[in-house]
């Protein structure tokens, strides 16, 4: 904006009224902005707000690479946008991204008003002092620096905890440092790269169909404004998902006696992020090992992760819990320590976020049975707790209640 010869003007208060106090103190003919995909409601009432003023409104897809009216125009079957990610992933490979970061700033003023100083992060909730690095210059570095270097290893670093190597864009995509249609389209032209190996290739194409995924959730949200709330498979509309567990504290505080879920939840506490696999593997835990419900982990991640995206972060959490977009006939409960011995065996990522694991040998970390924890404390000075619950134990369990939920859903009748 700078660049472009206006400036920023921050005000605080309800948002039409502000809005419109403004509009008027510069001028303005019309209003534009981005969509709110997990309240796309709030959209509506601000168009309206701003036409019966009579100023245009112009309300645009920023936030993805490719809007959604575009894939549902490719769609060959029809209806509105896509529930299913496999055939969304292949309609995006094969559509463009627009080059126009700025379709409807036509025209830059620099009005001669004073702007109220930005805000703090602690005006919204955030614990964390405010990021010095998060700005668009930063942003376009980091995308270079890891299309060039840590891009070619993302297939496995997206799957290594203890590999730091994914992309660490989503801040910066969530508060709009750097567009997603600026990635995507980066990424493309590094994928044709013609020097690059077949494994490094398919690692830049792994990366694609994470941004795509992006793409894909935010779609979802603009179609299905229930989610937000609801879930989106209307049969698990009724799952008695419970609101609290007695081990719930265990959960949100990273004391499970999971290595893998107490990492995750300690990373997530000590950086505002978590890694991806960590993530749905904690998130696993909570609605199947504990039975809570996704919305209690969705409220509490929303406090911690620095980006920002309930629409995102509810498609995820749906998705995991076995509500949303996945169409799996049986929800997958992840085992958290045989994801442990396949994705963390040197025990590097669960010893970095917990110090209590520092003098306790491998073999008892590994083995993660609750009778062999029992010992824990032998060696170290502040314990690690045994297991809340027994994984195979508790996965059988809601497996049960999910089947009792399913053949009672036959007979009962649709209320919606
Ligand atoms: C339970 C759960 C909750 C999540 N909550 C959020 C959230 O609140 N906000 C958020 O942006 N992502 C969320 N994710 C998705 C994903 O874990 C993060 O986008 C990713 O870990 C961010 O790290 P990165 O930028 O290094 O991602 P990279 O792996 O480098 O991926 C690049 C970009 O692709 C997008 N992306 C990657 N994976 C996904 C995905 N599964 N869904 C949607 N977009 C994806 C993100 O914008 C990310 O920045 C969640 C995943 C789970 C399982």
Redesign the pocket.
Same mark, same amino acid.
């Given at each position: 904006m700078l660049e472009r010869g206006s400036h920023l003007i921050v005000r605080r208060g309800p948002l039409i009224a502000t809005l419109a106090a403004l509009a008027r103190a510069v001028s303005a003919t019309g209003v534009a902005w981005s969509v709110c995909y997990s309240d796309p409601a709030s959209d509506q009432r601000l168009q309206s707000a701003v036409e019966e003023r009579g100023l245009r409104a112009l309300c645009v897809h920023d936030a993805p690479a490719i809007p959604p009216e575009e894939t549902t125009m490719a769609r060959s079957s029809g209806g509105e946008g896509y529930r299913s990610l496999v055939p969304y992933v292949q309609t995006w490979r094969s559509l463009e991204i627009s080059t126009f970061e700025a379709p409807l700033l036509q025209r830059f003023a620099k009005p001669a008003l004073e702007s109220e100083p930005l805000p703090f992060p602690e005006e919204f909730g955030a614990s964390m002092a405010a990021d010095a690095s998060a700005t668009p210059a930063e942003a376009v570095r980091r995308l270079g620096e890891f299309l060039e270097v840590d891009a070619a290893q993302?297939a496995l670093a997206?799957n290594v905890p203890a590999d730091d190597r994914? +992309?660490? *864009? !989503?801040a910066h $995509? +969530?508060f709009g440092t750097i567009a997603a249609r600026t990635i995507a389209r980066e990424t493309r032209r590094r994928t044709e790269d013609p020097f690059l190996l077949a494994e490094e290739r398919a690692s830049l194409r792994a990366?694609a169909r +994470? *941004?795509a995924?992006?793409d894909f959730?935010l779609q979802l949200a603009w179609y299905n404004p229930r989610m937000s709330r609801d879930p989106l498979q209307e049969k698990m509309r009724d799952f008695p998902f419970a609101r609290t567990s007695p081990h719930l504290d265990a959960w949100l505080s990273g004391r499970t006696g999971y290595p893998l879920v107490d990492a995750g939840v300690r990373q997530l506490h000590g950086t505002g =992020?978590?890694?991806?696999r960590v993530? !749905?593997i904690a !998130?696993s835990f909570l609605c199947f090992d504990l039975g809570v419900d996704w919305r209690v982990?969705h409220a509490e =991640?929303?406090r911690w $992760?620095v980006?920002?995206?309930p629409a /995102? +972060?509810i498609?995820?959490?749906q998705? /995991?819990a076995g509500v949303g977009a996945d169409l799996a006939a049986y929800p997958r409960i992840y085992n958290p320590q045989k994801q442990a011995r396949r994705f963390d065996p040197t025990l590097a990522y669960a010893r970095r976020w917990i110090p209590e694991l520092a003098h306790v040998p491998d073999a008892f970390v590994r083995r993660g049975e609750r009778e062999s924890q029992i010992e824990l404390p032998l060696f170290a000075g502040q314990a690690y707790p045994v297991a809340v619950v027994d994984h195979d134990a508790a996965a059988r369990a809601f497996l049960e209640r999910y089947q009792a939920f399913m053949t009672a859903g036959v007979a009962r009748p649709a209320n919606r």
């Open positions: 993302y997206v994914t +992309s660490h *864009l !989503a $995509l +969530s990366f +994470s *941004l995924q992006r959730f =992020w978590m890694h991806p993530r !749905a !998130a982990g =991640w929303d $992760l980006e920002d995206d /995102i +972060s498609g995820n959490w998705w /995991i």
